[in-house]
């Protein structure tokens, strides 16, 4: 059974940084895609960033652009977000997730497997 599992959440304040990890079992995600969402109370689930299977290439929602850095090591199967300098508004319930193929940006449609989310709040 494929599972995502992420931790690293909690309470921030703002300019903090946290990190996130998602850490993948029941199969390997090497060649896949591998990105971060996230869900805010009452809105929609929107991307955040996007990291290709060979860990080159990566792509970020505009507002994160410069803030936070995706990553992904492939030998220990696991994936990050590193979020610096966080903004009140990014309080929400962030999920790691798995694509269907190579190189996924942010489609959510395009991806297969979610995690259960990790909360972040952050405090102004």
């Known amino acids: 059974q494929v599972q995502l599992v992420e931790s690293g959440g909690g309470l921030v304040q703002a300019g903090q940084s946290l990190r996130l990890s998602c850490a993948p079992s029941?199969?390997?995600?090497?060649?896949?895609?591998l990105g971060w969402f996230r869900q805010a109370p009452g809105k929609q689930r929107e991307f955040v960033a996007a990291?290709?299977?060979?860990?080159?290439?990566?792509y970020y929602e505009d507002s994160v652009k410069g803030r936070c850095t995706i990553s992904r090591d492939n030998t220990k199967n696991r994936l990050y977000l590193q979020m610096n300098s966080r903004k009140p508004g990014e309080t929400a319930v962030y999920y790691c997730?798995?694509?269907?193929?190579?190189?996924?940006?942010?489609?959510?449609?395009?991806?297969?497997?979610w995690g259960q989310g990790t909360q972040v709040t952050v405090s102004s």
């Open positions: 990291i290709y299977w060979t860990g080159a290439i990566t």
């Open positions: 997730a798995a694509a269907l193929k190579s190189s996924s940006r942010d489609n959510p449609h395009e991806y297969g497997y």
């Open positions: 029941g199969r390997t995600f090497s060649s896949y895609a």
